[in-house]
DNA sequence: TTGAAAGCGATACCAG
DNA sequence: CTGGTATCGCTTTCAA
């Protein structure tokens, strides 16, 4: 195995100047194509890798990376680009620069950042496809002028995007079915309540809770379930009626951040104390109640290292040209009260170093 | 802000060579006391920060590193040397070096693998110190010859060593006696098992198990820990008799890799169904014990993200002398039935491409 | 279409 | 003790 092969190396090997095997291998104009064929050639015989140090000496050109996400209402996406942030700068600022285009809701800005993006002529794109269909054209105008795309949370399908990074979602569905059937006992009837049955992420969260249940827990009857298309009224509204008219309910399984509004519906109807909540996401609101064990679970879909791994990918690619896998999927944390502290310490990073008395550390959680 | 500063920049403001300024901010012999402080204060006043990249080119020269582990019956030990190894190579063959220095048991080879380690001047030092009071010595004299050492999955307090990379052992106990809690309804006599209560990583999971049961779950009883000393004989010789002597226990925690004698003692004591077992860690011959559901939950430690994670602070230490945080703590991750498939997929990494029907990704879990 | 050459910032020499 | 300088591999101009 060579132990290196650089530039020189191949324009050794051909006769011809490294300015030439540059162009060649970069597809600059200005080759003609045979030479370039021969390049590529003997690029690859010679396993050809760019030196990434000399590479980012030579050209000190910043990256510029557009972060295209929702507001939000908890903190996940804050978390998201926290992660993102300081990936970027862990880097050394002087190698890329992010621009931030934060958009207020589902349905509210999302193209025209991601239009805008597109018109500003950035490098490449992490963005949360809340609406595919709508970002599609966009997309694949993206891909067509060979700006990468990475998606955060939700993937969007046949746009051409490099990456998606997201939990797995048919994880998190299983798991909170296990738990569920523990907490349960195996017996009782558990409700879901989601987002829309047509959005992709929360439809296998479903599937994945059901089947699990079915296959392990047979004895617990799962309720059709509660949609609230996001509007925090609807959830609580459709969840009293619900816990009204079935007192005996014994589970409940968040699969969105919508979580505040069910579990205010339980307290209204008087049911909370004899429910398994299971949650999703964990933000400032939701602590209380996973203290008080309204909660008695929440799985943690890690916003910080979506965010992280969503960059890492992303600038890989644009600095190296290396793109790997595809379908990034990480593994939730399921948060109770016995470890709680430990996520909430990570929280804000500004007082970390603070309350330092059992110092916590870097991992990106 | 100023955007860069270079040794030239502070080399100029001083009116001296950049070879000066060079030495001066490494420490090498041959500057006068007097201009090495006035370089030290101008490259603080300049915000001076090495560019990586033009070091990194100048010098091609490899790191060594050194990784004193274990053998292990599981394949733990494997999966750490995997995170470490996979980190390594992702920086391109040619930046570093790799030493495995591999032991057999508990007390065999481990201070003579640190010994050799230490002659050989490696630049760099991972280990698991099982046995910290023999390494104490070794440990102390590689701190005054500036060799960093970062420990990995346990401590080795007051030895100067960089850092330390390891599960939250708080976390990962009060989750365990969160689950069996809520497993148990609050009800019943639980048991914990551990190699010794002398070693401090065990014997805080136990003390978090305790408090959290205490707190959150005060009708459940705790019974007095076994200690098996790591011999899976002892293990399952204590465990047979305690179970015959308290048929009516309902729940088992175990801190240790060694979870097999525990439930093949349960298992022949005919107590195995109606106990909720928690264990520790992940290897192939617990995977159909999770599956029948003999093991309800298991705390996975994340083997392959605590090498890697040792690896990339000591590399960046190494490479940029930056010591970050020294205590590194992960989340455990929680893996039941339900999620149980996801981290298999992870576990071979050769694998990975060839089921492919529905890829998983990069991170190492 | 190609070649030649000037840097990028740090390291590690060799003179003085 | 200190200054000067070749070098690392690549990008990017400027000529040819």
Not at 7 to 30: E, Q
Request: glycine content about 6%; some cysteine; aromatic content about 6%.
């Amino acid at each position: 195995m060579k132990p290196k092969a650089t530039l020189f190396d191949i324009a050794d090997a051909l006769g011809i100047s490294i300015g030439t095997v540059h162009r060649a291998l970069h597809n600059h104009h200005g080759v003609s194509v045979e030479t370039k064929a021969r390049v590529l050639e003997v690029a690859q015989k010679l396993g050809y890798r760019p030196n990434l140090a000399a590479r980012y000496l030579s050209s000190r050109r910043k990256l510029r990376i557009s972060v295209n996400t929702l507001k939000g209402t908890t903190s996940f996406w804050d978390e998201v680009r926290a992660g993102i942030e300081e990936e970027a700068k862990s880097l050394g600022m002087e190698s890329v620069e992010i621009e931030f285009r934060t958009y207020p809701g589902l349905d509210e800005g999302e193209e025209e950042a991601f239009a805008q993006a597109v018109q500003a002529g950035v490098d490449g794109i992490i963005t949360y496809p809340s609406r595919p269909e709508k970002l599609k054209a966009w997309m694949r105008k993206a891909a067509s002028s060979r700006i990468p795309v990475v998606c955060v949370a939700t993937d969007a399908p046949e746009t051409g995007r490099l990456a998606v990074v997201s939990v797995d979602t048919l994880v998190s569905g299983s798991l909170a079915a296990d738990l569920m059937g523990r907490f349960l006992k195996g017996q009782g009837k558990v409700l879901v309540t989601l987002s829309d049955m047509a959005i992709l992420e929360h439809a296998e969260k479903f599937h994945a809770f059901q089947n699990t249940l079915h296959d392990y827990y047979p004895g617990i009857q799962l309720l059709d379930p509660i949609q609230d298309h996001d509007v925090e009224s609807e959830a609580y509204a459709k969840c009293l009626s619900l816990f009204r008219a079935t007192p005996e309910l014994s589970g409940v399984y968040v699969t969105t951040e919508a979580s505040l509004p069910v579990l205010n519906a339980a307290r209204d109807a008087g049911v909370l104390g004899n429910l398994i909540v299971i949650t999703t996401d964990l933000f400032p609101a939701l602590v209380p109640e996973i203290h008080s064990g309204a909660v008695a679970a929440t799985i943690y879909q890690r916003p910080r290292t979506q965010g992280l791994t969503a960059f890492r990918v992303l600038y890989e690619y644009l600095s190296e040209g290396k793109s790997s896998s595809s379908q990034l999927t990480l593994a939730p944390h399921l948060v109770m009260r016995g470890n709680l502290e430990f996520f909430l310490q990570r929280e804000s990073l500004e007082l970390r170093e603070q309350k330092a008395h059992r110092p916590v550390a870097a991992e990106a959680v």
